[in-house]
């Protein structure tokens, strides 16, 4: 039996949201929470440490890492906390110096190499999905083999040199995954919370119920491949049954990229929780065109969905066509229309400075997100993240390498050829101020107020923080 250390180094809001930290959420890496899952699924023992867990601190992780004795050290890092993790690991390696270090998430799955090369105090990187990698890893380690072949989807440090395993399958059925460690977290769900517009209820939890996307926006970082894999409705009920009947969680944020993917799938899994969870209250995300279903949207209604998430990124045609979105905008019309006719709430997620974008296209957004009947929105800027087609694209023209803990996306980046940084963010926060001092919106959130009046001290820090934020000057 190995003993494995699994760690998510997560950016602290304040890194993340600036002044907007106190409307921002604090949710626990459900990629580690699957590792964990499988690790112990498998005979090993497991501890779990969340970088934004209540009382943590480095000095505490390293005197928990001392006694605990892990054999293997895995930390999960997005590519703004890679730099987190390279602080942390250097900590460890110092506290439990006989350990493997192995690092993965979405970074290291993009650059598996590069990321062994940046910090020497891994020992190995997996790239993609996990579990079944930090199974054999821990296997390996654990029967004392020197020089091993890596596993498939790692990268090794072998006598000075990286030495690659073979590609690794996506995992086919989503089912036969351990479900996340919940348990393994402290304080969880109390000590966690999606941001204060995102929920209704709580306690609060996020669950992730399909994996890959086959389509190929520009701007994504899609760390689980191309192919679209779902877990079948019963294992979602399943979670969802863990959630609330173990944790009292209430409310489920599907953090799915497209939960509509496949609408008899939705549509089975909203008879399942309708049927055994009724007063569950959840959210989704979607993209616009899978929305065209009034029976599915009265149905998801009827299960507790309150709030529909669409990624819009642009309300300038050319621009969603350069990002290759695959979508145009009067399906985003369409698609706002029928949720606001099923009662559902929508949110539109928005990209500034995207390919071809100009003061006249951010214009065009604002004023689609203002004339549309969206109750909120979430305004980032493009970032090249690794992997995707705008790293590809600006990759020759910008030394990146220095830049990864400012892809957080709420730091403007200034494009070869783009708008200037000063630009977009003065444009980022008039778009928050005009879109949320709209009447309508005003409005909609005194109706949540008075119908969730629990909220009311974190929806009271959200909007100053918001009201800090949009001031002028
Ligand atoms: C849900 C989600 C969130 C949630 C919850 C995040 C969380 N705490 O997990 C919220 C909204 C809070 C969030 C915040 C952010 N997110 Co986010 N998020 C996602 C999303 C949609 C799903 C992540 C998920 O749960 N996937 C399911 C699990 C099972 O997959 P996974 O995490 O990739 O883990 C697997 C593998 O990566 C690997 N693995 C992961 N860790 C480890 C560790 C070891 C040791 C090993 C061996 C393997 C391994 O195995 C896992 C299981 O197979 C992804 C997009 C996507 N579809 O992946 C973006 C994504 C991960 N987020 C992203 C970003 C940028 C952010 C933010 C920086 C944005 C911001 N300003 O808020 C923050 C950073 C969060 C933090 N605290 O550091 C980017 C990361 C790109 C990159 N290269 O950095 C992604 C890919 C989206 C994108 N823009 O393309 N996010
Ligand atoms: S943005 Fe959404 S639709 Fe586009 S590639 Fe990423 S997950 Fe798929």
Known sequence: MARVLLIHAALGAGLRYGALAWAGARLPGLGILYIAGALRKAGHRVMLADTTEPGFTPKNLADAARAFAPTLVGISATS????????????????????????????????????????????????????????????????????????????????????????????????????????????????????????????????????????????????????????????????????????????????????????????????????????????????????????????????????????????????????????????????LALIAGAKIKSKGFFILGLLGESRASMEKSLNFACKSPLNDVSVFFATPFPGTGLYKKWLSRRPFAADFSAMTQMQPFEAPDGLPAKTLAAFHKHFIRSFYLQGRVVKDYMGRLAAYPANALPLAKGLAAWALFTRKG
């Open 80 to 335: 703004a906390s890679m730099a987190l993790a390279g602080r942390l690991a250097g900590l460890l390696k110092g506290a439990v110096p006989d350990a493997a270090f192995v690092i993965g998430g979405p970074h290291a799955s993009a650059l598996p190499e590069q990321t062994l090369n940046d910090l020497a105090v891994f020992d190995f990187a997996v790239a993609g999905e996990g579990e079944q990698a930090a199974v054999e890893l821990a296997d390996l380690l654990d029967s004392k083999e020197k020089d091993f072949a890596p596993p498939a989807g790692v990268w090794a440090r072998q006598a000075d040199k990286l030495v690659r395993g073979p590609m690794r399958q996506p995992v086919k059925n989503l089912d036969e995954l351990a479900h996340p460690a919940w348990d393994l977290l402290k304080g969880f769900p109390l000590a966690y919370s999606p941001a204060v517009f995102r929920y209704q209820k709580k306690p609060a939890a996020q669950m992730v119920t399909s994996r890959g996307c086959p389509h190929s926006c520009i701007f994504c970082a899609k760390t689980l491949g191309k192919s679209l894999r779902l877990a079948s409705p019963e294992c979602v009920l399943d979670q969802a049954l863990i959630l609330n009947k173990k944790f009292s969680v209430c409310e489920i944020a599907f953090e799915d990229d497209h939960f509509l993917a496949d609408k008899d799938r939705a549509a089975a899994i909203c008879e399942l929780l309708a049927k055994n969870l009724p007063g569950l209250s959840f959210s989704i995300s979607s993209r616009a065109d899978a929305i065209d279903d009034k029976a599915l949207l009265a149905l998801l209604r009827r299960a507790g969905c309150w709030q529909i998430n669409l990624g819009i990124e642009s309300a300038d045609q050319k621009i969603l066509d350069n990002s290759g979105k695959g979508l145009c905008l009067m399906q985003v019309e369409n698609a």
